[in-house]
């Protein structure tokens, strides 16, 4: 997998730490604020979006009062906790992150949460080391299965797209990847096991674990 890899990027939630669920909690404690019902396709439809582009989606559907910077502080401020003090991260990651330094192979971060939550939960793993680039959600017009995320760390880290190997949890990420010209890997995650077979057709690796490139 790692063949003429000449960088890694990784996408953050149900790539790097376990919060898929988390995301979904706050969705439904932040709609029931303003007394609405959570639509079953919810979860389906902001898929791969940015936060910025969340919050938009969320004013335009539900017609939500605030402004698009109220309702993404909003977010930040239910999350902030959680990514600082109990969101894990998945098993192995520091290992294969150890693994990736030694070999020199440069990491990213190519991900569609703030630059307050990414930041926040690298420091609190003490995992900012590791990464030469950070891409957020803030930093893009378009969300994932666009490439744009991917191609602008690529970019930031100087490496040709067709060298990038990228981590990826959900199918929308996954396409991302693959329209920026890289190799992608799926990672298992619960929240996305619905969708395992099309991960799987849809990647170039499947894993169940970073345990399994050490």
């Known amino acids: 997998m790692l063949s003429n890899v000449k960088a890694v990027l990784f996408d953050l939630d149900g790539t790097l730490v376990d919060s898929m669920s988390m995301w979904k909690d ?19 439809d902001i898929e791969g979006l940015s936060m910025y582009q969340t919050a938009v989606y969320f004013k335009k559907t539900f017609g939500i009062p605030d402004s698009l910077d109220e309702i993404q502080n909003t977010w930040n401020e239910m999350a902030y906790e959680a990514y600082t003090c109990t969101v894990p991260l998945k098993p192995a990651v520091k290992e294969f992150l150890d693994f990736l330094k030694e070999k020199n192979i440069p990491c990213g971060i190519a991900t569609s949460n703030s630059r307050v939550l990414t930041e926040a939960i690298l420091k ?50 996954i396409m991302s990847g693959k329209q920026a010209g890289m190799t992608v890997c799926a990672v298992e995650d619960v929240y996305s096991m619905k969708d395992r077979e099309e991960k799987m057709r849809l990647a170039d690796f499947y894993i169940k674990s970073y345990e399994e490139l050490l």
């Open 26 to 44: 706050i969705d439904v404690a932040y709609l029931q604020k303003f007394h609405l019902p959570v639509p079953k396709t919810l979860q389906q």
């Open 124 to 173: 609190a793993h003490q995992i900012e080391k590791y990464f030469s680039a950070v891409v957020t959600g803030d930093e893009v017009t378009k969300g994932k299965p666009d490439p744009q995320v991917y191609l602008t760390a690529a970019k930031k880290l100087q490496v040709e797209p067709e060298a990038c190997l990228v981590f990826e949890d959900i199918p929308f990420g």
